[in-house]
């Protein structure tokens, strides 16, 4: 299901925001799922003044054409989330439906029709997971799971140990095993290891294995949705020695302060 969603804030008050809203409606009326007009839609304008309460202004445009169902027929093609991104070219134009003989034509704006829907699904798929990647420090992974116009070079460029054969970034926070990587920074003067990753068996689902091996897109989504009623849950791990977050996706971060020796040279 897609749900196009178009976010705008502002210090100023209700006039800005409707503008903004405005704005937001032009946005998300440039993408049509399906047929025309029917592709569901959130706006959001947020006021955040210097004093007084944050004020949240929200549109809901409805409409029952945002869901991928693939139409029936012989030449259909079937969603297959473990193959190759694909990277099509379709040409950009919003069809408006014709009035008696009176054709029409298109608007400027993307729409995904019917016969995309199995590759809409995918790119959606892949890209999902190319994020779990990327938070998790997997640029090998992470470039696999996109194309070339979405940016697979620039993360063919950085590599983090634990996408290897040895995965030596792990960690075993309230009771689950995750992958991924480490960053130290400094948090107000006080040196903070923090830790993002992934659940291991979600990060070797992705990651493939090998050149050879395909990412397991799709038994990488089987697990998060079995597994979703565990998550998400906070907490102090004292054998990590700081507060571990794990969300929805089965992603992971984790802080805890570390002691650095400063050398004057």
């Keep these: 299901m897609i749900i196009p969603i178009a976010c705008k804030g502002n210090h100023s008050g209700a006039g800005v925001s409707h503008d903004q809203l ?23 304008s947020t006021e955040l003044p210097l004093d007084g ?26 969603v ?6 694909r990277q099509e070219n379709h040409f950009p134009g919003i069809e408006r439906p014709t009035q008696g003989d009176q054709t029409f034509d298109p608007l400027p704006g993307c729409q995904v029709r019917a ?27 992470t470039a696999r799971l996109l194309t070339k116009r979405q940016g697979s070079e620039f993360f063919k460029t950085f590599e983090h140990p634990s996408a290897g054969s040895v995965q030596d970034i792990a960690h075993t926070l309230l009771g689950d095993e995750f992958a991924g990587t480490d960053h130290i920074f400094r948090l107000n003067g006080t040196h903070v290891e923090a830790f993002s990753g992934v659940q291991k068996d979600f990060f070797e689902y992705l990651a493939g294995g090998g050149d050879a091996q395909s990412p ?14 565990s998550w998400p849950r906070t907490g102090w791990d004292s054998g990590w020695g700081g507060p571990v977050s794990v969300h929805q996706d089965g992603t992971v971060l984790a802080i805890r302060p570390v002691s650095v020796t400063k050398t004057n040279r």
């Design 216 to 229: 397991q897109v799709s038994q990488w989504r089987k697990q998060t949705h079995n597994r979703r009623s």
């Design 22 to 44: 405005a704005s937001c409606a032009a946005h998300v009326d440039g993408l049509h799922v399906g047929t025309w007009n029917q592709t569901p839609g959130l706006l959001f």
């Design 115 to 141: 016969e995309h829907f199995a590759w809409f699904q995918e790119t959606l798929a892949h890209t999902d997971a190319a994020g779990l990647m990327a938070f998790a420090g997997s640029g090998r992974a």
């Design 80 to 85: 297959d989330l473990d193959q190759v991104p």
């Design 53 to 78: 309460p944050v004020t949240v202004h929200a549109l809901h445009a409805r409409g029952d054409g945002s869901c991928l169902d693939l139409p029936t027929g012989a030449d259909v093609v079937d």
